[in-house]
């Protein structure tokens, strides 16, 4: 993953939602957990259905006892249909 797309990725957003947009031609749909932070994210093309045929990616965060982000990082989980 380019430092590029993580930038927007690791931004926050409306809590709760679904965020789409393009990156380089492709289309990313990013996932919001309930603090607005991105916790899934799917890139790729955008079909007819409105799913992206693509990529799937989910993040792992890890905060401590005082909500600190101890550990924060983006795994690819797959192909997505």
Do not use: C
Request: charged share 35%; glycine share 10%.
């Amino acid at each position: 993953m380019s430092e590029e797309l993580l930038k927007k990725l690791n931004r926050l957003y409306e809590p709760s939602s679904t965020i789409q947009f393009r990156f380089r031609g492709k289309d990313v749909a990013l996932i919001t957990d309930k603090d607005g932070q991105g916790i899934q994210f799917f890139i790729g093309q955008l079909k007819e259905n409105g799913n992206i045929k693509g990529e799937r990616y989910s993040r792992k965060i890890v905060k401590d006892r005082s909500g600190q982000i101890v550990r924060d990082h983006w795994d690819r989980k797959g192909r997505s249909t």
